[in-house]
């Protein structure tokens, strides 16, 4: 998943977006193994960073993005951007506050980019607050290895 999604990641590197990749791909990067075809991203909820959002994943190709709003993304919870990926955008989610997935965040590296990760902790806490049963599944496998740090792809 992650090298589709390269260059929509240099390209929030380059506009300064302020996020991190939360859902199932932080599950995998924290060494839970399942197979997720989207990456959930919770991003700071401000008019600047949304329209920061917007111009990279313009910038990277998804020409969906020119089919909202900065408002737009700002008024929902979930905004869904597919075109050769899907990438679900979040301005909230469940038992997590950006703030804190911010000062927590973690960097990995995946063949040179940098991507911000959501702790492990801060997972665990949105995946028990969703209580989805496959969130849960998640939170058992994710507190099996709750001392592992988490994986830092290989360059």
Do not use: C
């Amino acid at each position: 998943m992650l090298n589709r999604l390269q260059d929509v990641f240099k390209s929030f590197q380059d506009h300064n977006v302020k996020y991190v990749i939360i859902g199932g791909v932080a599950s995998t990067i924290h060494g839970v193994p399942r197979a997720t075809f989207d990456v959930d991203i919770l991003i700071e909820a401000t008019p600047q960073n949304a329209a920061a959002l917007l111009r990279a994943l313009l910038d990277s190709g998804l020409a969906t993005a020119s089919m909202t709003t900065t408002q737009e993304i700002l008024e929902h919870e979930i905004t869904i951007f597919k075109d050769r990926v899907r990438i679900d955008v979040q301005t909230s989610t469940p038992g997590l506050t950006f703030d804190d997935a911010w000062e927590h965040k973690q960097v990995t590296k995946y063949r040179g980019q940098k991507f911000y990760v959501v702790s492990k902790e801060d997972l665990i806490a949105s995946k028990r607050a969703a209580g989805r049963d496959v969130d849960l599944e998640d939170v058992r496998l994710l507190e099996i290895n709750k001392d592992q740090p988490h994986k830092n792809s290989a360059d």
